[in-house]
């Protein structure tokens, strides 16, 4: 399972669709990252290897998005995306969470299991 790419017209159907809703409530299934990136920015290329690897560790359990800034500028607006990368946290139940900055892998797993799937 690959990363998703992440427009605005498919964020409001699959994610959260702000241009109706007040209040944030997520569609989705399954826990979901998404990964506030730019094509030219360094940071964002050490994190992307590591999207993949845990888009795939973590099939059918967390699905993982990308939207490009540079391209999504109106959904970077919305979540006020000022440093890429930015990495929101969505978990099916409650509020999402924004970590800016490139994190090591095990940083991620670790929010994953604890805050998104709630195994440790």
């Known amino acids: 399972m690959a990363t998703i790419k992440l427009t605005a017209d498919k964020f409001k159907s699959d994610i959260f669709d702000y241009t109706t809703e007040k209040e944030w409530k997520y569609k989705g299934e399954r826990p979901a990252i998404i990964d506030f990136y730019a094509d030219w920015c360094g940071p964002c290329k050490m994190v992307s290897p590591i999207m993949e690897e845990l888009s795939d560790e973590y099939a059918g359990k967390v699905d993982i998005y990308k939207v490009d800034t540079e391209v999504e500028q109106e959904l970077s607006a919305v979540f006020g995306i000022r440093s890429i990368p ?5 978990p099916t139940e409650g509020q999402p969470m924004m970590q800016p900055g490139a ?6 797993k670790e929010v994953i299991e604890k805050e998104l799937l709630q195994t440790v």
């Open 86 to 90: 930015s990495i929101l946290f969505v």
């Open 103 to 108: 994190l090591p892998k095990p940083a991620f």
